[in-house]
């Protein structure tokens, strides 16, 4: 089965840029996009006229909104699927061995509040693959990709990731290692045998590590780095991606594997500042029964 880019479609103006979002990249990598819709099942609706008209209001949206796909990238192949059920687990499901879920962000830059009954935090979370979350257009003009950079394997994920999506886009790559709690660093010479490395030794040590080998690997790719010390992980990851083309992060930095995502993750998603890319390492397979 060919490799596929979900997209999931509501008729919103911010799904629609989340889908020429999604047309771009499953073209450039020769993937199929498959525009998703979910209608909530029978129960849910007072009449089941209602329903029926749900349904047929959905298939119409799926139509139309793959036939803009093809008109926009006319080597593109477009599929759809209609979903009975809520929309954060439809996509969870589909999920499964698919390369990438593209929603767009159904909080505006103006919210306020914990927000996680948002529909795009909920995917993010619970899909099992990675997912990029897209913001209303700005007027602003954008260039390069940014990546957080912690020293986890999530980190290194990311790195990987984001440098390939860098190359793919044609733009620069910006590593931030941020870390605001740790204060800032000691005077020269203040140091003693035994006392634990400076934050900024430290910082700088992670983000050599994770640039180490990229030039190799990504020719031509012009890499630069940000060690923020003035600012918490999330803020400083939002402040380097205000005009950005990208944001990548990974799932759960040093969150361990008790949580779905990470607390840097959490607040980056309810605050998207441009589109935002959370990857997840690939699942591992069932392991084959004994046949002892």
């Known amino acids: 089965m060919k490799k596929q880019i979900l997209v999931g479609t509501d008729g919103s103006a911010v799904a629609g840029i989340a889908a020429d979002w999604a047309a771009e990249r499953a073209r450039d990598l020769g993937l199929q996009l498959n525009f998703v819709h979910a209608v909530p099942e029978l129960w849910a609706f007072p009449e089941k006229a209602l329903h029926e008209s749900a349904i047929a209001q959905a298939k119409d949206l799926l139509k139309s909104e793959a036939s803009r796909a093809a008109v926009r990238v006319p080597s593109l192949d477009v599929v759809t699927t209609l979903c009975s059920g809520e929309p954060a687990e439809s996509m969870r499901t589909l999920s499964v061995d698919t390369e990438m879920v593209v929603v767009g962000t159904d909080r505006r830059p103006d919210s306020h509040g ?114 923020d010390h003035q600012h918490p992980p999330d803020e400083a990851l939002l402040d380097a991606s205000a005009h950005a083309r990208l944001l990548v992060i990974g799932c759960k930095g040093r969150g361990g594997a008790r949580v779905l995502v990470g607390s840097v993750a959490q607040h980056v998603l309810l605050n998207v500042q441009c589109p935002t890319l959370i990857t997840r390492p690939p699942v591992n397979p069932a392991p084959a029964p004994d046949a002892s």
């Open 114 to 227: 914990e927000g996680f009954g948002s529909v795009s935090f909920q995917i993010a979370v619970i899909s099992q693959c990675a997912v990029v979350v897209v913001p209303a257009a700005s007027t602003q003009e954008s260039t390069g990709v940014v990546v957080g950079v912690d020293g986890s394997s999530d980190s290194d994920l990311a790195v990987e990731c984001a440098a390939n999506e860098a190359q793919r886009m044609r733009q620069g790559l910006t590593l931030v290692h941020a870390g605001g709690e740790a204060g800032p660093p000691s005077p020269p010479g203040s140091s003693v045998h035994g006392d634990p490395p400076e934050p900024e030794l430290d910082g700088r040590t992670l983000l050599s590590a994770s640039v180490a080998g990229l030039s190799g690997r990504y020719p031509g790719l012009v890499v630069h780095e940000i060690l």
